[in-house]
């Protein structure tokens, strides 16, 4: 490292971890907070033997929390798993999840199954691309968009074939859409009415299961997720698991910095001291993944930048105080113009701001 070099931080903001795709990634940054350890075990231990158990059944795993509790890095660590468990490159891995993401109310004048299934027939055929992009052996299923569960079918059979398993990650579904141990038979009828879709997304997901076949899912509904897996019958309940996310821990503020720090030498880079971070969380204090990952990069980033030793209770503090003037100084909503929204086509992926909430909601 030369002088002028500035020391790294070691909270820098990554995004989501994929070990799965990028061989740099390093699994020790996974830290064992927000239940994201407890849930990865119950995953291993859902699936001992990967191989095996994916071409027995077909499995469906659904990852729920609020918004920025780790959902998407917990994602790519199970994928990963798999990957290392599958030999001989067998696993095909296909991220879709920059897709459409389904909404609650169809178009005007289309009923909700119609939209519905126009919805994940696109999908299915942007899966069955990503396919044949990683093997030709797939066939392309170029401009047929058929119904996504016949098309679930025959991809199992080519797995089978060519002795391949799949791992697929869906889009993240909007949780406006109530479960159906929630939604009474009158609000069913009106939401119909309405051109709402009723039926939950990983009621579709359930049906297209087929052995050799994977799907990852998030839901930032951790209650509509239970009551739906309560519904389901015994089979079904031995294809599918969710995992379940939720705020951080008391010292897990703390456990998380210890993590990171653990291994710098740099005697350059702040160190902070237990009972800062432990304050974080305390007296019911309510945080998450994404916010620790965030407060943590901004305030080694500043802190490093003004030559700072160690991070106090004062820099945190004026960090939250930046945060409050930075909100009070945003347009109220009076003030905005709006503009009239642009239609965007049914083959168009998410919009600017669907894609900047993937890259901020989850490390």
Same mark, same amino acid.
């Given at each position: 490292?030369?002088?002028?070099?500035?020391?790294?931080?070691?909270?820098?903001?990554?995004?989501?971890?994929?070990?799965?795709?990028?061989?740099?990634?390093?699994?020790?940054?996974?830290?064992?907070?927000?239940?994201?350890?407890?849930?990865?075990?119950?995953?291993?231990?859902?699936?001992?033997?990967?191989?095996?158990?994916?071409?027995?059944?077909?499995?469906?795993?659904?990852?729920?929390?609020?918004?920025?509790?780790?959902?998407?890095?917990?994602?790519?660590?199970?994928?990963?798993?798999?990957?290392?468990?599958?030999?001989?490159?067998?696993?095909?891995?296909?991220?879709?999840?920059?897709?459409?993401?389904?909404?609650?109310?169809?178009?005007?004048?289309?009923?909700?199954?119609?939209?519905?299934?126009?919805?994940?027939?696109?999908?299915?055929?942007?899966? @069955?691309?990503?396919?044949?992009?990683?093997?030709?052996?797939?066939?392309?299923?170029?401009?047929?968009?058929?119904?996504?569960?016949?098309?679930?079918?025959?991809?199992?059979?080519?797995?089978?074939?060519?002795?391949?398993?799949?791992?697929?990650?869906?889009?993240?579904?909007?949780?406006?859409?109530?479960?159906?141990?929630?939604?009474?038979?009158?609000?069913?009828?009106?939401?119909?009415?309405?051109?709402? @879709?009723?039926?939950?997304?990983?009621?579709?997901?359930?049906?297209?299961?087929?052995?050799?076949?994977?799907?990852?899912?998030?839901?930032?509904?951790?209650?509509?997720?239970?009551?739906?897996?309560?519904?389901?019958?015994?089979?079904?309940?031995?294809?599918?698991?969710?995992?379940?996310?939720?705020?951080?821990?008391?010292?897990?503020?703390?456990?998380?910095?210890?993590?990171? @720090?653990?291994?710098?030498?740099?005697?350059?880079?702040?160190?902070?001291?237990?009972?800062?971070?432990?304050?974080?969380?305390?007296?019911?204090?309510?945080?998450?993944?994404?916010?620790?990952?965030?407060?943590?990069?901004?305030?080694?980033?500043?802190?490093?930048?003004?030559?700072?030793?160690?991070?106090?209770?004062?820099?945190?503090?004026?960090?939250?105080?930046?945060?409050?003037?930075? @909100?009070?100084?945003?347009?109220?909503?009076?003030?905005?113009?709006?503009?009239?929204?642009?239609?965007?086509?049914?083959?168009?992926?998410?919009?600017?701001?669907?894609?900047?909430?993937?890259?901020?909601?989850?490390?």
């Amino acid at each position: 490292m030369t002088p002028e070099e500035p020391p790294r931080n070691p909270f820098r903001n990554t995004g989501a971890l994929r070990p799965w795709e990028d061989e740099s990634a390093d699994e020790q940054l996974y830290v064992a907070v927000d239940h994201t350890l407890e849930q990865f075990r119950r995953f291993v231990a859902y699936l001992s033997d990967p191989p095996r158990d994916i071409r027995s059944r077909g499995r469906l795993i659904v990852v729920t929390g609020g918004r920025g509790s780790g959902k998407t890095s917990l994602i790519h660590r199970c994928v990963n798993h798999v990957k290392n468990k599958v030999p001989g490159g067998k696993l095909k891995i296909v991220d879709v999840t920059r897709h459409q993401r389904l909404r609650n109310r169809g178009p005007e004048g289309s009923g909700p199954d119609n939209f519905q299934d126009n919805y994940f027939d696109r999908l299915t055929h942007h899966v @069955l691309t990503e396919m044949n992009g990683l093997s030709e052996r797939y066939t392309d299923p170029g401009s047929n968009i058929g119904p996504a569960a016949s098309a679930y079918s025959r991809l199992a059979s080519s797995l089978r074939r060519e002795g391949d398993l799949a791992a697929i990650l869906l889009p993240a579904f909007l949780d406006q859409v109530s479960s159906p141990s929630d939604t009474t038979d009158a609000e069913a009828e009106a939401g119909a009415e309405a051109g709402e @879709l009723i039926e939950h997304p990983v009621e579709s997901y359930m049906q297209f299961r087929n052995k050799g076949i994977i799907f990852f899912a998030e839901s930032r509904n951790p209650v509509a997720m239970a009551a739906w897996y309560k519904d389901l019958d015994a089979d079904a309940q031995a294809e599918t698991i969710v995992l379940t996310l939720g705020p951080l821990k008391p010292g897990d503020g703390w456990r998380f910095a210890r993590e990171r @720090l653990k291994d710098v030498t740099d005697q350059r880079v702040p160190i902070v001291r237990e009972e800062t971070m432990t304050n974080l969380l305390a007296n019911g204090r309510s945080m998450t993944l994404s916010h620790l990952g965030q407060l943590c990069s901004e305030l080694w980033n500043a802190a490093i930048a003004r030559g700072s030793l160690e991070i106090t209770d004062e820099d945190i503090a004026r960090f939250y105080e930046r945060q409050a003037d930075t @909100l009070q100084r945003r347009p109220r909503p009076d003030d905005v113009v709006r503009s009239r929204p642009v239609e965007r086509r049914d083959d168009e992926t998410t919009d600017e701001a669907d894609a900047l909430e993937d890259e901020t909601d989850d490390e």
